[in-house]
């Protein structure tokens, strides 16, 4: 099912923008295993709507209510199902784009899929407002991880125009990582970060918006996961990150600057350090053949400017067959890039934490 992602562990996610709850089940989580609940409740937080200036006025507590699966905050295993309410929607918002599709929004598809039937309101289960209860799940399983010695962050390296420090694919801390976790508007260059939030602001008061780049990290990784063709690693982690809203491209260490270089310039030198087989340099992004290597996994994330828009854009009445003019109101992310940098980790560390069970 489209809902459902993993294999040895299985995330179901359910409900829509505007729904009385959204939620998520997960099948396979080990029993015995005790949720630091406030740590989750802080994750959650660094996605939440309503927060600051550069995130939609929707403000949601999104407060997981646990439904199975857990007694006294101990996995039981059974199947773990948490519920998100909805407690601020503004459905009349959307009363006219049941007719007019927004531009480069699911709108239109999902008029052609599921007909009158579908739920227009918020984008329906189309929304980013899914990935709350996608977080829940990433959220435990990188306390998951954490056990194993494995620790996953993300930072902005991109907004519109404006660039960021990127991360040193050979060596990242711990200390590096948990700062990322902690900060409001994670970067590693605090004078690139302002000129990143000016940029936002300023998309705001034209009434348009936009997008970025988020490059995540995995630190700790055994050499030996994954499997070649289909079941590599690079596909586990291609294929839960598009299902974050917005997201339309995906590239692991080098990615698309590699074609600029030569075999001998792109290439990883090994050498021995202690008993262990490393690389010099980083450019395979910790994965060869499907792989991990031991070597810092990374790769980066490109995300769409916010589809909706105050600026007056062309659209077409569904019912009527004709060419209209359309101005989005309602409340909209000038730029959804800083509340999807923990959406990132989350399904990082579901991918591989499937992967690891």
Known sequence: MS????????VSIFGQSHSPAIGVCIDGLPSGFKIDLQELGNFLKRRAPGQNSHSTARKEAD????????????TCGAPLTAV???????????DS????PRPSHADF????????????????????RLTAPLCVAGGICLQLLKLEGISVAAHIVKIGNVNSQPFDPVNISESEIRRL???????????????????????????????????????????????????????RIAAALFGIPAVKGVEFGNGFAAVGLRGSENNDAFYIEGN??????NRHGGILGGITSGMPLIFRAAFKPTPSIAKEQDSVSLSRRENVKLA???????????????????VAAIALYDILR
């Open 3 to 10: 809902s459902t992602y993993g294999r040895n562990l299985k």
């Open 63 to 74: 407060e997981p209510e646990f439904l199975s699966g857990l007694v006294d905050g101990v």
């Open 84 to 94: 998100i309410r909805n407690t601020d929607v503004r459905s009349g918002d959307y």
């Open 97 to 100: 784009l049941k007719d007019i």
């Open 109 to 128: 598809t999902a008029y052609i899929k599921n007909g009158e039937s579908r739920d227009f309101r918020g984008g329906g289960e189309f929304s980013g």
């Open 181 to 235: 976790q902690k900060a409001e508007f994670p970067v590693l260059d605090a004078q690139a970060g302002e000129r990143m939030l000016a940029e936002i602001e300023t998309a705001k008061k034209d009434g348009d918006s936009v997008g970025g780049i988020i490059e995540c990290c995995a630190i700790g990784l055994p050499a030996g996961l994954g499997d070649p063709i289909f079941d590599g690693v690079e596909n």
């Open 276 to 281: 262990s087989v490393r690389t010099r340099t």
């Open 328 to 346: 989005v109101t309602g409340r909209h992310d000038p730029c959804i890039v800083p509340r999807a940098v923990p959406c990132v980790e989350a």
